[in-house]
């Protein structure tokens, strides 16, 4: 070989050095993050804190992309999709994972939790943190709770006692747990989605529906609601999922570093969640455009009993020692 020969080939020998080097230092892993709310809800803060935390610590090494307001996916959809590898990361609300597991059906159960603390309670012991990897073997991985609320009843006539709601429609996520909620007190349950509830009461196709101070606002369903029973029935949280084949292919200190972030992305969302639910609440009665009913204690006992009967209803499935644990949090 001649010397120009050697030379070229010493050349292009420290070229494709420098080609794959380049290439290893610019194919970061990419965490695409779906969620179907919008950015400046407590979800959408979470999940971008999250985004800047990583590039902060990660040095390009993971980068996350955020999709909101249902960009990619909806909450029907991103769980197949996550088991495809299409999604790394979702925030579904635990209603969503019936199919998966019968466990977190536990916290759509009315009148279980006192109130939020009470569910955060549950949520960081020993039976919570063991919910988080009951679909593990189903290809999912819980890596933490997110906040929205406890639930509120809003409604087109007044909601002082279960009678009142006799008879009346009332839209639900798609949840049997719900659906039993409502025909405890002879009302008709629908599973609508979300994206089609103001509509609904618009249009009076239905009656009323359950959610959250901040949903309740950011969604206007106050502004054509003429009222809302300040019930605390229930309490609407959302799960932050990934795929357990994802999960376990990251490399331990890369995995461990995005946990990290992940919990300080959460107890963010977390501490907004619970501001806002008291802000929301406070405009909806500046608006002057629905009537917040707080029910008295022996009204309020009223709703319990006639709602409790479906934790026996649903006992074995959900397991009896979990509800337990989830009372013993009060």
Known sequence: MTKTKLVLVSLMVAATMLVSATVSVAAPIVIKFSHVVAENTPKGQMANKFRDLIAERLDGKVVVEVFPNSQLFGDNKVLEAML???????????????????????????????DMAAVEKFQQGPVGQKMLMS???????????????????????????????????????????????FEAVDALPLKKPFSEVFTLLQTRAIDGQENTWSNIYSKKFFEVQPYITESNHGVLDYLVIT????????????????????????????????????????KIIDSGRSEIIELADAQRQQWVDAMKPVWKKFEDKIGKEYIDAAVASN
Do not use: C
Not at 89 to 113: N, R
Not at 251 to 256: E, G, S, V
Not at 260 to 280: M, Y
């Open 135 to 181: 679909m593990k073997k189903k290809g999912l991985i819980g890596l933490g709770y997110l906040h929205n609320g406890m639930k509120q009843l809003s409604a087109s006539d007044p909601l002082r006692v279960p009678a009142d709601a006799a008879g009346k429609k009332f839209r639900i996520m798609t949840s049997d747990v719900l659906a039993a909620q």
């Open 84 to 114: 495809l590898g299409d999604v790394q990361l979702a925030a579904p609300s635990v209603s969503k994972f019936e199919k998966y597991t019968d466990s977190l059906q536990i916290f759509d159960l009315p009148f279980l939790f006192k």
């Open 243 to 282: 795929s357990t084949e994802f999960w376990m292919d990251l490399p331990d200190d890369i995995r461990t570093e995005v946990k990290k972030a992940l919990d300080e992305a959460i107890a963010f969302g977390n501490q907004i969640s619970e501001k806002k639910a008291i802000e929301d609440r406070q």
